[in-house]
């Protein structure tokens, strides 16, 4: 069965995912952090490790010079044996950041290496990432697929790549609808992130449709009673 990732910056939503079996990890960024009201980094990221102790936590570095995510990725690092840190597969001048990922690979460095699209990049990525005790491969497959192309393909070639390094695991990251965890279950990948939103409809997994179907037609009938509609 495919792991289940929270993705969120929300305290309390971290907390209840991570208070979840479900729940095998936990991963973050600065984006859901901004969204999120976050306004100082390593404060939130300890008290939250103060929390989660026993499950993986991907916390991002955020510079776009080389030298100074080397820096903030050993700070990262320190900050707990369940700590994976993200590093993008480049920066925005199109950087590659394969030798700061050997070079923290040496360093006993967890690493998530993050906002993959395509084959190359992992193929790039691979010499540097392999050598770190521990890795995931973060394919952007909801992205992907806004682009109007199938991810699957991506998703199994990837799975097909990362076979022969059992210190690696493919994330299938960015999902937009609950069936993705079903997409990525049945193609055997390894990890899958999952918001709040997506979280909250894991009980409608296996839901028998004419079920659904009736739940459906109640909701409009008990919407439009209260809105006390009349023709």
Known sequence: MVKLFADSADKKLMLEMY???LISGLTTNPTLMRKAGIVNYKEFALDILSQIKNKPISFEVFSDELEE?????????SWGE??????????TKSESTSKLIEYLGKESTKINVTAIMTIKQIQNILPSISKCPAG??????????DTG?????IMKESLEILKEYSNLEL???????LYNITQANEINCDIITITNDIFKKLSLLGKDLTELSLDTVKMFYND???SEFSI
């Open 82 to 91: 369940n700590v994976y840190v993200k590093i993008p597969i480049t920066n």
């Open 149 to 153: 192309v199938n991810p699957i393909p």
């Open 19 to 21: 208070d979840n079996p």
């Open 69 to 77: 995510m080397k820096k903030q990725a050993l700070e990262i690092k």
């Open 171 to 177: 994330i299938w990251a960015s999902p937009r609808e």
């Open 224 to 226: 439009a009673k209260l």
């Open 136 to 145: 995931y491969i973060s394919v952007f497959a909801g992205r992907i697929a």
